[in-house]
């Protein structure tokens, strides 16, 4: 079956210090990879994705993510937290199965907690 | 910039009674979801619809159905509410064929 972990409820990091979230996937084929944030009290932001080409993605806010198949992982960086980074994020990968649907499946969420 | 609305950003109701939550897009988008949002399960996809008058089940339709009468918007509706609905109840929308979900702000069902 088709899955997306994102083994951390919770990341606790200090301003200024990077940051990592992770995320690992199971899907049959080349995978199409999603990063999205959650602010309170808002709706999913889109963050970057993967589709095909560079390993190391670029998005939104100087996030990057680094797509790494023999790892099956897609893990989320940024080189310096901000407090106002805190948030809730989420992994998403395309449902290979859903054809012309591209429906996504998400993680169960990681909430990061910058301190200052 | 797309722009997803939802009616409500909270809401109360009752057990039993008939809940409609409504979603409208401003970019013609041919697509449109409806998801739960719960704590430790992330997002499940409810339903979705790939047109006007179509509509297909997502991973847990069950309680719930839906209605997509024009392009813009996309329904949802509780026939009878249960305390197991109470949740956050997010839309989105996107392009037929493209990968990126656009969402709206959610709507914070109680039902008591």
């Known amino acids: 079956a088709q899955s997306v972990a994102q083994p951390e409820d919770q990341v606790n990091v200090a301003e200024g210090n990077p940051l990592t979230v992770k995320c690992t996937y199971s899907?049959?084929?080349?995978?199409?990879l999603f990063w999205y944030v959650q602010y309170p009290n808002r709706g999913l932001q889109f963050l970057l994705k993967?589709?095909?080409?560079?390993?190391l993605v670029k998005g939104s806010y100087g996030f990057e993510a680094e797509f790494n198949k023999s790892q099956t992982s897609f893990h989320l960086k940024k080189p310096s937290a901000l407090v106002s980074d805190s948030a809730l994020y989420f992994c998403a990968v395309r449902d290979m199965f859903s054809g012309g649907y591209n429906k996504l499946i998400f993680g169960a969420g990681t909430r990061l907690a910058v301190h200052p | 910039d797309v722009k997803v609305t939802q009616s409500s950003r909270y809401l109360v109701k009752r057990t039993g009674e008939k809940v409609f939550l409504e979603c409208v897009q401003d970019m013609d988008h041919e697509n449109m979801f409806w998801y739960r949002q719960d704590p430790g399960l992330g997002l499940r996809l409810i339903y979705f619809s790939y047109d006007v008058k179509m509509k297909e089940k997502g991973d847990i339709p069950e309680g719930y159905s839906v209605s997509r009468e024009k392009k813009e918007r996309f329904s949802l509706i509780l026939e009878s509410a249960s305390t197991n609905q109470t949740s956050m109840y997010l839309c989105?929308?996107?392009?037929?064929?493209?990968?990126?979900?656009?969402f709206g702000p959610g709507t914070r069902l109680t039902v008591l």
């Open positions: 993967y589709i095909t080409g560079d390993n």
């Open positions: 989105a929308s996107r392009l037929a064929g493209d990968n990126e979900q656009f």
């Open positions: 899907v049959s084929g080349n995978p199409y």
